[in-house]
Structures are given as structure tokens and as C-alpha cells.
């Protein structure tokens, strides 16, 4: 196993493999749910119990799951932690349970899910699984409050149901549509883009740089 | 001594494809669109007064404003000059209803510009109409508004419908005469037939576009217009109808031919033009909105690199 920090384990989710705008993985419920900002955060809040508790499951009887049958026992696991989830919420929130309609049952088949169980915590310990559960649940809250926000905003003046925008602004249906989902994750994936892409071009410059510089010296040593 | 000057100054000049250019440049191309465009403006001034010059001014100047802070963001050279954006300006306001929003419509042109155009990459690389991508939008965003209809007149904005959402939910026809000039209710610049007609008369003859996609899309719609009429002429119009009514001629002759958006060879260009009307004359008559010239050019576009693919000519002795 590599050495990477518990901090690290958690922070990676949240940014630099951000479920959303980086790994573009659950991309059903997000386009889906976040007409609104609180159906954003219900939606990330359901899935990332999920992926916590099914993680930890996971990662605990990871060497006794045969190879072969691994995503059965998986998407099992994870669909028991789901019924828990929708019962709960029909049960304490039952609004909420109707805005969302389907999407709740469908976190089983959500891919941040499976995936994280594939890639991470079927290899890893139970610590290091909880926290990249987290970790990623983060990132996809943070993700899915933006993107519900701005569409809040937009097509209804709200946010979490406050009126912000004056009566004079009129709202954009399309951002409550999915045309206006695909259209603000769009424009925000391709703004975070331009960030790593930055980020990148300034690595390589200065590993050029670098490069130039211990030629230059062992050159100038060559010669003297 | 002579193989020198014969390397020098070849018989044969050897160069890259594309080997047959237009006589115009994409500047100057770009300036005769624009002149071919002032008779739909005036017709649009003159029908629905001259205040409406406000829309096409915020629109081509929100759509300049988009191009050159974007271009200033990504740091490329300005290209405002081209005349490509103050296209798209005057395209985006002519296919607005008159009395439009005017933050609406300057909402409309820095979506037109920014997704339509630039996200792409910028002129050439846009593979949908951008002035239909931003009325487009405007449509989903206030659907309301953007279905509000003024009459033509000279003196004050009466609300009413347009010649197509007549024939769609009360069975009346509009008569031929007031389409072909343009005395009835729609967007600016898609009422008047003859002002559509002048800038395109002007354009075929200075071979700005191609006469093949508004042919193309006129008979097919006018043939396959014509079989539902005679079927039942007293449920559908004539076919007449379907060429002055709504924006089919504008589309037909500014949206369709846009050089970017539009297929490369001639016998796509029909494939290209005969589908487009198919869809509006479906959609007119069977679909839920009274007018589809928007969405069917804007669904052909994204058709436009696969009709390419499939009509690309035989290169000079090539086998298949």
C-alpha cells in the first residue's frame, strides 16, 4: 500500500478526486435532483451514509468475498443500506422522500458507490475505507449544493427556500429543467478545468526549468 | 541554369488541399450577409415600429461585448471585425418577437456567443447555429415572453397570434398576400417574405451561399406540404402557406446556409435541406408547437459531420 496521510485519504475526495467534477461519476442523480439546494444536500447526505456504512461493511469482510461473485456481494450490501435509507426517510421526511421520488432506490446503482467499493475499500483497510467514504461523500455534497444552488437561484430566486433574488428578475425556466442541469455542470466543470489545466502547464514549466538549470551547471562543470 | 528557374517558378504548383477557395474572404462574406440583412431590418422597423431598433442594437452589442471578453479571457486575438458576431447579433434579435425583454435579449446573446460559439473554440468550430442556440435558450428560460406576440402597427402593441399558432389551435388561415408581405404577427425579421427574398436574391448572386440548401428545403417542403393538403385541404393549409408562413424562409436562407453549420458537399447540402423541412412540415403540422424551423435546424446541424462523412465525393481515382 502507498503511504498516503489519513488527512490526505480524506481531502482527496473533496477536491482532487472530487466524485463529480473530477472522476464525472453519479452523474444520474446529480443532473436529476438538484433543482434545489436542499434537495442537493438530502440527496448527498443519503448517499454518503451509504457509502460510509457500506464501505466499512465492505473493507471488514473483504477477504472472505470470493473474487468472483465480489460486485453481487457488493451491490447486496449496498442496496441494504439503501432500503434503510428510504424507509428512514419516508418515515421522518416524507416530503423530501416524494422530491426526490425514485432516486433514492436508485443510489444503488449510483457508480461514486460501487466504484470507491471496487477501487478503494475492498483493498484497504477499514480506517482508510471510512475516511475515502467520507472523503468522497464530501466531495459530492460540496459538488451537488453548488450545482443546486446556482439552479436555485436561476430558476426559482430562492436558495433553501429564502427569496434572494428581487421580484424584478425574472426566472430562467431552463435551469430547473434538465437541459439547465447539463448547461451549469457543464460551464462549472469546464471552470474547475481551467484550474488543473493551469496547474498543470505551471508543473511542466517549472520542471523544464529545473531541467535547464542542472543541465546548464553540469555543463558549466563539464567545462571547468 | 534553367532547372533552377523551373524549381523556382513551377508549371505545376504544388500545394495542400483545399485547392478551389471562394472569391470572397470570411471578412467580406461576413459584410454581405450583414448588407443582405438590412431589408429584413427595415421590414422588421417598419412593421413593428421603429423602437425595436433597441433589440437588435443590445443584441449585437451583447453579443460583441461576449466575443471580446471572452477572446480577451482565453487570450486570443479579437476578431470582431470579421463581422461573424454581429451576424449572429442581428440573427438572435431578427428571430425575437418585437417587444421583447431587452435584458432578456441580452441574456440571449451572451448565451448565443458563449455556448454557441465560443465554448467550441470560436468561428469554424461551432457545430450548431449560434443565434439558434440562443433563441433556443430563451425559449426553455421564458417560454412565456417569448410566445408573446405584438401586431404589426404603427401606433400601438396589440397582443396576438402569429399566422402559424392560427392554423394550429383555431384552423384559420392567413392569407397568402399579407404573409408575402409581411402585415402580420410573428418574430422581427421572419414576416416579410419579399425583404427575406431581396437579401436572397442578393446573396445567390454574389455566391455568398449556396442555392442548393434553400432549394432544397423550398420544394421538399412545398411537395411534401402539398401531399397533406390533398389529402384534406380543408385540415392542412396549402403549401404556399408553409413557405411565407413563420420563419421557414428566414431559416431557409440566413439559419440553414450558415457556411460553418451546413454540410460540405453538394449532395449533402440536399440530404441536409430535403430533412429539415420533412421536420418542420411534421412538426407544424403534428408536433405540439405551432413553429419548429428552430429546432429542425438546430437537430440537423448536430446530423452535419455524419452527412459529411457519408457524401464525401470519390477522390480522383480512388476505388472503393
Known amino acids: 500500500m502507498k503511504n498516503i496521510s489519513l488527512i490526505k485519504e480524506y481531502t482527496k475526495g473533496v477536491w482532487k478526486n472530487n466524485p463529480i467534477f473530477v472522476q464525472v461519476l453519479g452523474m444520474c442523480p446529480t443532473l436529476a435532483v438538484t433543482v434545489s439546494a436542499i434537495n442537493g444536500i438530502a440527496m448527498a447526505l443519503a448517499t454518503t451514509f451509504v457509502l460510509l456504512f457500506s464501505s466499512i461493511l465492505i473493507s471488514l469482510i473483504r477477504k472472505i468475498i470470493p473474487a468472483q461473485v465480489r460486485i453481487a456481494s457488493y451491490i447486496l450490501i449496498i442496496a441494504t443500506f439503501v432500503t434503510i435509507v428510504d424507509l428512514v426517510m419516508k418515515a421522518q421526511f416524507p416530503e423530501l422522500s416524494k422530491a426526490l421520488g425514485p432516486y433514492i432506490p436508485l443510489i444503488v446503482v449510483n457508480c461514486v458507490i460501487l466504484g470507491r467499493q471496487e477501487a478503494f475499500s475492498s483493498k484497504n483497510g477499514v480506517l482508510r475505507s471510512a475516511l475515502d467514504a467520507l472523503g468522497m461523500g464530501t466531495g459530492f455534497l460540496i459538488a451537488l449544493f453548488i450545482l443546486g444552488s446556482i439552479r436555485e437561484i436561476l430558476g426559482a430566486r430562492t436558495l433553501l427556500g429564502f427569496q434572494i433574488m428581487p421580484n424584478m428578475f425574472e426566472p430562467w425556466l431552463i435551469m430547473i429543467l434538465p437541459a439547465g442541469a447539463f448547461l451549469t455542470l457543464g460551464l462549472l466543470m469546464a471552470y474547475l478545468n481551467s484550474f488543473a489545466i493551469k496547474k498543470k502547464q505551471n508543473e511542466k514549466a517549472s520542471l523544464i526549468s529545473n531541467y535547464k538549470l542542472t543541465k546548464s551547471k553540469i555543463s558549466n562543470r563539464e567545462e571547468i | ?320
Open chain 2, 1 to 320: 541554369m534553367s532547372e533552377t528557374i523551373s524549381i523556382i517558378s513551377p508549371k505545376l504548383e504544388i500545394a495542400r488541399s483545399p485547392h478551389v477557395h471562394s472569391k470572397w474572404s470570411t471578412k467580406q462574406a461576413m459584410w454581405l450577409v450583414i448588407i443582405a440583412l438590412i431589408p429584413t431590418i427595415i421590414s422588421s422597423l417598419l412593421f413593428f415600429g421603429i423602437s425595436q431598433f433597441s433589440i437588435i442594437a443590445t443584441s449585437v452589442s451583447f453579443a460583441m461585448l461576449t466575443e471580446a471578453i471572452i477572446k480577451n479571457v482565453r487570450k486570443q486575438p479579437i476578431s470582431i471585425d470579421d463581422g461573424s458576431v454581429i451576424i449572429t447579433g442581428i440573427l438572435l434579435a431578427l428571430i425575437l418577437p418585437p417587444n421583447f425583454s431587452l435584458v432578456s435579449t441580452a441574456i440571449g446573446a451572451v448565451v448565443a456567443v458563449g455556448i454557441g460559439k465560443e465554448v467550441f473554440g470560436g468561428l469554424g468550430f461551432n457545430i450548431f447555429n449560434p443565434a439558434l442556440v440562443g433563441r433556443a435558450f430563451l425559449q426553455a428560460a421564458f417560454p412565456v415572453s417569448i410566445t408573446t406576440w405584438t401586431e404589426p402597427s404603427f401606433t400601438d402593441a396589440v397582443s396576438s397570434a402569429t399566422p402559424l399558432s392560427l392554423m394550429k389551435f383555431d384552423n384559420k388561415f392567413e392569407s397568402i398576400n399579407n404573409l408575402f408581405v409581411g402585415n402580420v404577427g410573428g418574430s422581427l425579421g421572419e414576416t416579410s417574405a419579399i425583404a427575406i427574398l431581396i437579401g436572397a436574391i442578393f446573396l445567390l448572386a454574389t455566391g455568398v451561399i449556396n442555392y442548393r440548401v434553400p432549394l432544397a428545403m423550398i420544394l421538399s417542403a412545398f411537395i411534401f406540404g402539398g401531399i397533406f393538403w390533398l389529402i384534406d385541404p380543408s385540415h392542412f393549409t396549402n403549401p404556399l402557406f408553409h413557405l411565407l408562413a413563420g420563419g421557414f424562409l428566414f431559416g431557409a436562407i440566413f439559419m440553414a446556409t450558415d457556411w460553418v453549420t451546413s454540410p460540405l458537399y453538394s449532395k449533402g447540402m440536399w440530404i441536409y435541406g430535403i430533412a429539415i423541412s420533412i421536420l418542420v412540415i411534421l412538426i407544424r403540422l403534428f408536433g405540439g408547437l405551432p413553429e419548429g424551423v428552430m429546432y429542425s435546424i438546430l437537430l440537423l446541424n448536430g446530423f452535419v459531420p455524419l452527412i459529411n462523412k457519408y457524401t464525401k465525393p470519390q477522390i480522383f481515382g480512388e476505388v472503393k
